[in-house]
């Protein structure tokens, strides 16, 4: 792109850094501290800094540089190359808990429960921020909090959550079917008539157009019934579309047609085939559309799989609510050969509740429950406001300790692991590395990166460890002046099937506790904008690893280049200016984003015992592992479970404790 293009664009604006207060003072406290140094004693960690306030960095987010550097060069085998000796700490813990996202934090109250308030826990984290997924990316402008979701959007699953899922939301004060109702405002944009729109881009479709009205479901955001535009919408809509009559005609057919495109055989014997079939497949070879329709539709399962349509089942996508199948009388509710996602969703689903942070506050919420001192109030509406106070997360002489930071780069039983009473757990800052032990460990990190922490595992379960690659996305939150052009244009949220950035919208509005959205165009709000890299045509697993390198080799420079870009062609028309109004981009990176869920055309049908994830999880000695990985799914619901799990498994009572 040219000079005066980028100027244009606004990419010689020191945005990042505006208006960003306690950003900064976190920064100089980073600064004090750089990456490659290491902290002597807790008095020196970096999270100990006056300003340590993660939440408000902006940049490069997500898997932050200097988060990741550590993990992958003892992947590479570099690590004990340069690293110095390790140092004793002399601690000694009841747990250690690696890995301090959903998972990790509920693995530790799980275990105070079963041991007792006295326990000793340490939970060591590699970011600069707990929560793992469960990130928040949080904004003060013009003063004014405003809150987004960096990772973990939503309380909202394939299954009911599970009672120790649910007790545990309970526990925390989160009565989600009550707070959906009582907080969620569903009104504030379809009152100011605002609608799902499509960006068609010149690349893909020939021409940059933004369509207005996207009739039927809304794909990223749940509209409420009566907001529901009837399908015989879809031909107005198409016509204002710069595709072809002929691709017109068909997704208008695959959109409200009933026609049986597989008569003859029953519901069952349907499914089992659309089981084996992508849905490009039954677009294209079922259906017999044209093939003018795959661009509008290839992108619409990355959301739920990281893949494209061609890389589904059929099946899945009808249990997805993708269009196509009203009139082949398929019997509701799940059938064999189904990912977990998708049987799920066909029974039914969970409730569902957005806080302002996504699940970012169900972490501050365990974090409280651990150390109250460290999230102050008293109930699940008033931590979406409370300001975490980071250096009491790791306070010597506290039962429990959350330490930032700290890349865990060896865990091993002392001793034979059907006899070994401890661990002995490494973890690096820097390159400086300590050592401490606990009488067991719960790995609630990411499951491939075990067999680098414990080599001593068993080869198949280290190989069944390494099945389990994740699924990269990158979350980008973006503050801007003013929603103005948004309510010129009449749009909440952008599908864009052919773009760098799949989705745009408007934050979720939401008022809880002391939180509230902003309702006037007027006022400064936060956009979401959304990607999950891959490369069509290959395997899933390939895909997911093409991604992952596609997210690490971007950088904010070009995160931020595209994200101007994008926003200037959607939006330019009502007045955007992207130099102008742009004032904050907050880009959270996943290269290891979604837990691996196995998909039917890819994945063997195993039988339980058999499942990477079963065999990955087996407990060795006094190590035990949860994490979604476990579960092979990517939901908090599974993270909390696994967690519950991994602590049975260490056999723990308070009559062993001594
Ligand atoms: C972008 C995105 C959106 C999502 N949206 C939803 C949603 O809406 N609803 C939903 O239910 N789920 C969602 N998920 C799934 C999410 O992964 C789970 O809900 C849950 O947050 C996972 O928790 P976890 O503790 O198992 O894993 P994580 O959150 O990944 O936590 C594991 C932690 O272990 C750390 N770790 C790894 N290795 C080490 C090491 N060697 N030393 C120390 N620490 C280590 C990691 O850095 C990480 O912080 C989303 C995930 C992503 C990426």
Redesign the pocket.
């Known amino acids: 792109m040219s000079e005066s293009y980028d100027r244009y664009l606004g990419m010689d604006r020191p945005i990042t850094r505006r208006d960003f207060m306690n950003g900064a003072a976190m920064a100089i406290g980073a600064a004090m501290l750089p990456n490659g140094a290491f902290a002597a004693s807790p008095a020196e960690e970096r999270q100990n800094q006056a300003g340590y306030d993660p939440p408000v960095l902006t940049g490069l987010r997500g898997s932050h540089p200097g988060?990741f550097e550590t993990?992958h060069s003892l992947r590479d085998g570099t690590f004990w190359e340069d690293a110095g000796k390790p140092s004793e700490t002399g601690e000694t813990y009841d747990l250690i808990v690696?890995?301090?996202?959903?998972?990790?934090l509920s693995a530790a109250y799980f275990f105070r429960e079963r041991a007792g308030s006295s326990a000793r826990i340490l939970i060591?984290?590699?970011?600069d921020d707990f929560g793992?997924?469960?990130k928040r990316n949080e904004f003060h402008q013009g003063g004014r909090l405003q809150l987004l979701n960096g990772?973990?959007?939503?309380?909202?699953?394939p299954t009911p959550y599970s009672p120790v899922a649910d007790g545990l939301l309970k526990k925390l004060g989160i009565d989600p079917p009550e707070f959906q109702k009582k907080f969620a405002d569903h009104k504030l944009y379809a009152g100011l008539g605002l609608k799902p729109a499509v960006f068609f881009d010149k690349e893909t479709f020939g021409e940059d157009r933004l369509v207005v009205g996207t009739p039927g479901r809304n794909w990223d955001v749940d509209l409420p019934d009566d907001n529901r535009e009837k399908p015989s919408a879809w031909s107005d809509f198409l016509s204002r579309t710069p595709l072809s009559k002929e691709v017109q005609r068909d997704i208008a057919r695959i959109q409200e047609g009933k026609v049986d495109y597989m008569p003859g055989p029953t519901s069952a014997e349907k499914k089992n085939r659309l089981s084996k079939i992508s849905y490009r497949d039954f677009l294209l070879n079922v259906v017999k559309a044209n093939p003018g329709v795959i661009p509008f539709y290839q992108r619409r399962t990355e959301g739920e799989w990281g893949l494209g349509i061609e890389a589904e089942p059929a099946l899945d996508c009808w249990a997805l609510g993708l269009p196509g199948f009203q009139g082949m009388n398929l019997e509701p509710g799940a059938a064999p050969n189904m990912s977990y996602s998708a049987a799920g969703y066909a029974n039914g689903g969970s409730y569902t509740f957005h806080f302002p942070d996504?699940?970012a506050s169900i972490a501050r919420l365990l974090v409280r429950a651990l150390i109250p001192a460290a999230v102050p109030g008293h109930t699940a509406e008033d931590v979406v406001t409370a300001q975490a106070d980071y250096s009491r997360l790791d306070r010597d002489g506290d039962p429990i300790r959350l330490r930032l930071n700290?890349?865990?780069?060896g865990v091993r039983n002392v001793g034979e692991p059907s006899a070994a009473k401890g661990v002995e757990v490494l973890?690096a800052s820097g390159k400086q590395v300590f050592r401490v032990r606990a009488k067991g460990c719960v790995l609630?990190?990411?499951n491939m990166?075990i067999p680098y922490?414990c080599p001593e595992l068993p080869q198949a379960q280290k190989e069944a460890l390494h099945y389990l690659v994740k699924i990269p996305?990158v979350?980008t939150s973006v503050g801007i002046r003013n929603w103005k052009a948004f309510q010129k244009l009449g749009v909440q949220n952008i599908s864009c099937p052919g773009s760098y950035w799949s989705g745009i919208s408007l934050n979720a509005a939401v008022n809880i506790g002391d939180y509230r959205s902003p309702t006037s165009p007027d006022e400064p709000i936060l956009l979401h904008l959304s990607r999950t890299p891959n490369k069509p045509g290959l395997p899933a697993r390939e895909q997911h690893k093409m991604g992952r390198y596609e997210l690490l080799a971007t950088t904010f420079e070009d995160f931020e280049r595209k994200t101007r870009d994008q926003l200037a062609r959607v939006l330019s028309a009502a007045g955007f200016d992207p130099a102008r109004d742009i004032e904050a981009i907050t880009v959270?990176r996943?290269p290891h984003?979604?837990?691996y869920e196995y998909n039917p055309l890819f994945d063997p049908d195993w039988p339980e015992e058999k499942r990477p994830n079963v065999i990955g999880r087996k407990p060795f000695g006094r190590i035990t592992i949860?994490?979604?990985d476990s579960a092979a799914t990517?939901?908090?619901?599974t993270?909390m479970d696994q967690a519950y799990r991994a602590v049975q498994e260490l056999g723990w009572d308070r009559a062993r404790r001594s």
């Open positions: 988060s993990a690696v890995g301090a996202g959903i998972s990790g060591l984290e590699n970011h793992g997924h469960a990772g973990t959007l939503l309380i909202d699953s996504g699940n700290s890349t865990v780069v973890y609630a990190c990411w990166a922490l996305l979350y959270n996943w984003g979604y837990g949860a994490n979604t990517a939901y908090t619901d993270a």
